[in-house]
C-alpha cells in the first residue's frame, strides 16, 4: 500500500437470528466466515475496488451451502427457489438489482452486470431473459438439507415464519448474506443476496434487492438481515446512510435506527462501514452471524449474544 493509499475494511454477514446451537456449529460458521473475510481482504490489499470486492465477497458466500443465498437458498411454498441481490456503489450512488431470479449459480454478477444497463433492477422473466441472453449456464441451486427443511414444513403446512437462518438448524431465522467495503482509494460499496424468508408466497418481493435492505453512498454503506417485511418498514439501510450523510457519526446513526426498531418489534440485523473507515453492527434479534476485517484483524460476532443494540471494531 502506498502512502496516500487508505487502509481498507471489510464486514461480512451470513444472516441474524436465533442461537447457533452447539459449539461445533459455531466453530463451522466461525471458520467458514473467516475464510471468506481473509481472502476478499486480500483482494482489496492489492488495490481492488469496493465494488468488485463486495461483488467477491457476495459470490464466495452464495457458494457456501449453510447460507441462506446461492447454493443452499430455502424453497419458497410452491417448492422453488427464487433469489434477489443488490450491489450498491458509493461513489456513483448507483443501485443494481435482480429480484426472484432462479437457476443460476450467483445472482449478484446478474447484479453486477446491471450497474451498467439503463433498466437496472429486473424481476423474474425480465430476469430470466437477462440470463440466457449472459449465456449464464443452467444451475440448480438446490441442496439436500433445503429440500429436507421444505418436506418437514410441508407437512405442518408451512406454519414457520421464515426457514433456519443456516441450513444445518432447525430453529428460525433470517437467512441472508451480504459484505461492506471501503477500499484503499476511500470508495465504499454494499452487495447482499438472499433466498428470502422460505416458505414465503410466489411473488414476495425481498428487501434485499431494495436500497431498503441495500444501501450505499460516498459516505456509508450498509447491508440488511432479517425479517424483509421488517427491514423494508423501516427503510433500515438507506435510513442509516441518511443519518450519516446528515451529520451522525455511523455508531450514532446505527444506535438510533436499532433503538427505534426495537421499539417496533422488528427483527433484524444489519453491517455498515462509513467513509472514515468505522465499522459497526447491529440486531434486534439474539445473534448477527458477521466477521470482519479492521485492517489489524479479523473478528466476528458469534460470541455477541447481549442485550445491546449495536457494537463496533475500533
Ligand atoms: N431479508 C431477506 C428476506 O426477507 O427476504
Redesign the pocket.
Known amino acids: 500500500m502506498s502512502a496516500n493509499q487508505l487502509q481498507p475494511k471489510l464486514i461480512i454477514h451470513g444472516g441474524a437470528g436465533s442461537s447457533l446451537k452447539g459449539k461445533g456449529r459455531i466453530e463451522a460458521v466461525r471458520h467458514s466466515l473467516s475464510s471468506i473475510v481473509e481472502e476478499v481482504y486480500a483482494l482489496l490489499l492489492t488495490g481492488a475496488k469496493a465494488s468488485e470486492a463486495v461483488v467477491k465477497g457476495c459470490q464466495l458466500l452464495e457458494d457456501e451451502p449453510r447460507f441462506n443465498a446461492g447454493t443452499g437458498s430455502v424453497l419458497q411454498s410452491d417448492g422453488q427457489i427464487r433469489m434477489?441481490a443488490a450491489l450498491m456503489e458509493g461513489e456513483s450512488q448507483r443501485f443494481s438489482g435482480v429480484i426472484n431470479v432462479s437457476r443460476v449459480k450467483n445472482p449478484i454478477n446478474v447484479a453486477k452486470v446491471l450497474q451498467d444497463a439503463d433498466d437496472r433492477v429486473l424481476s423474474d422473466y425480465g430476469a430470466a431473459e437477462l440470463l440466457r441472453e449472459l449465456n449464464l449456464p443452467v444451475y440448480n441451486p438446490l441442496t439436500d438439507l433445503r429440500l429436507q427443511e421444505w418436506i418437514e414444513e410441508r407437512k405442518d403446512n408451512f406454519q414457520r415464519d421464515?426457514a433456519g437462518v443456516v441450513a444445518e438448524e432447525s430453529n428460525s431465522g433470517?437467512?441472508?448474506i451480504g459484505v461492506v467495503a471501503l477500499d484503499s482509494q476511500g470508495c465504499i460499496a454494499a452487495a447482499t443476496s438472499?433466498g428470502?424468508?422460505g416458505f414465503e408466497r410466489i411473488g414476495r418481493v425481498?428487501?434485499?434487492a431494495m436500497p431498503a435492505?441495500n444501501y450505499a453512498t460516498s459516505k456509508a454503506a450498509v447491508s440488511?438481515?432479517?425479517?424483509?417485511?421488517d427491514?423494508i418498514d423501516e427503510c433500515l439501510a438507506a435510513r442509516i446512510v441518511v443519518r450519516v450523510t446528515d451529520g451522525l457519526s455511523l455508531a450514532e446513526a446505527m444506535q438510533r435506527s436499532f433503538t427505534e426498531a426495537k421499539e417496533r418489534q422488528r427483527d433484524l440485523g444489519a453491517i455498515a462501514i462509513d467513509a472514515t473507515g468505522a465499522i459497526v453492527w447491529g440486531k434486534t434479534c439474539e445473534i448477527l452471524i458477521a466477521a470482519y476485517h479492521n485492517g489489524e484483524h479479523i473478528g466476528d460476532t458469534l460470541d455477541w449474544t447481549g442485550d445491546e443494540l449495536t457494537g463496533f471494531s475500533k
Open positions: 434477489s421464515m433470517r437467512g441472508t438472499t428470502g424468508k425481498s428487501d434485499s435492505g440488511c438481515t432479517g425479517i424483509g417485511e427491514i
